[in-house]
């Protein structure tokens, strides 16, 4: 059984060992109140699991979880904080339950039955609202020492730049989200030129905001797809860095921006390699976008769960 817990939805979906989905469902997160959060995932997973042999149960949740799969230190999207929520659920459902961060986990999800299938190192990059990071190194999720490794978008591409949410400056989440492609485009408008178009749809409707960027992006106008562009490069020159760290042989876009395809891709090449050190003499990594979509949570957060129960039955 797979759980996503998201701050406006929880999704839940039953998991084939091969990674397929045989049955989900959808319910609001009743965000501020822990215990509801509770009875939601476990009159879920009690629903869905009626009558199937469910193995393990795996949690997906935005925010920083200890190594040992446990505790939610830090949720910014629900009222959690250092919250035990695999030992209260697996007291309430009997089973083996692990919990890790959504990204990871929709990274998981990729590696083993979307765009990473057949590699052994992966990077990817899911960009939503911010930017989210996953890292399959030897086949193996990177947890790091205190479980809060792959937080890829608080990676600092712009020295002294703008403040982040985290508290830090010049996090890539500030040049390489969604939300930092609907400031460039708002900048591109003030600016005029080829900022018209992105003037006028914001004037009609009040202000921009990812469907009407798409919506220009897909009619080609040059405004858009200078936006587009300015968050590429800024990707682009994120994955130099990690390069030099991880070395993947590729990188995995997620999230609602990677739609663009290779208009969001060519660009992050073109800056990756413009960054790479020693560049020439290294091997070209594969930018790919995701495969899997919603899903990947549900899917990863299952198969996570499931790979824990057999290492350490019962
Ligand atoms: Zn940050």
Same mark, same amino acid.
């Given at each position: 059984?797979g759980?996503?817990? #998201? @701050?406006?939805?929880?999704? *839940?979906?039953?998991?084939?060992d091969? &990674?397929?989905?045989? /049955?989900? $469902? ?7 109140d822990?215990?509801?959060i ?24 935005a925010?920083?979880i200890d ?18 929520f695999?030992d209260r659920?697996?007291?309430r ?21 979307g ?9 990817m990059?899911t960009?939503?609202?911010?930017? #989210? @990071?996953a890292?399959?190194? *030897? ?5 790091? &020492?205190?479980?809060? /490794?792959? $937080? ?5 591409v ?6 982040c ?9 500030q ?11 708002d900048?591109?408008a ?8 992105l ?19 897909a ?16 990707l682009?020159?994120?994955c130099?860095s990690?390069?030099a ?6 990188f ?35 930018f ?27």
């Amino acid at each position: 059984m797979g759980i996503d817990i #998201g @701050g406006t939805k929880i999704a *839940g979906a039953v998991v084939s060992d091969d &990674g397929q989905i045989i /049955a989900e $469902e959808r319910q609001p997160t009743p965000a501020g109140d822990p215990g509801a959060i509770l009875d939601v995932v476990v009159e879920m997973v009690q629903r869905l699991g009626a009558d199937r042999p469910i193995v393990a149960t795996g949690v997906a949740a935005a925010g920083f979880i200890d190594s040992a799969q446990s505790v939610v230190y830090y949720a910014p999207n629900i009222n959690w904080r250092n919250e035990p929520f695999r030992d209260r659920l697996r007291d309430r459902l009997g089973m083996d339950v692990t919990i890790d961060n959504d990204a990871n986990a929709a990274g998981w999800a990729e590696f083993r039955f979307g765009a990473a299938r057949d590699a052994h190192d992966m990077t990817m990059l899911t960009i939503g609202t911010g930017v #989210g @990071g996953a890292i399959v190194t *030897g086949d193996r999720l990177l947890r790091g &020492g205190f479980g809060t /490794a792959g $937080e890829l978008g608080h990676l600092r591409v712009v020295p002294d730049g703008l403040l982040c949410g985290c508290g830090a400056q010049g996090c890539l989440e500030q040049y390489g989200s969604g939300r930092a492609l609907l400031r460039m485009a708002d900048e591109i408008a003030d600016a005029g030129g080829i900022g018209l178009s992105l003037a006028e749809a914001r004037r009609r409707a009040g202000k921009l905001d990812g469907t009407i960027i798409s919506g220009l992006i897909a009619e080609g106008d040059p405004g858009a797809m200078s936006a587009l562009r300015q968050l590429g490069h800024g990707l682009g020159q994120a994955c130099a860095s990690l390069s030099a760290v991880l070395d993947p042989e590729l990188f995995v876009f997620g999230g609602g921006v990677s739609i663009a395809g290779d208009l969001l891709l060519d660009p992050v090449r073109e800056s990756y390699l413009a960054h790479l050190p020693a560049r020439g003499f290294h091997p070209e990594p594969r930018f790919v976008v995701a495969e899997l979509g919603n899903d990947a949570g549900v899917v990863g957060a299952a198969d996570l769960a499931r790979i824990h129960a057999k290492a350490a039955p019962g």
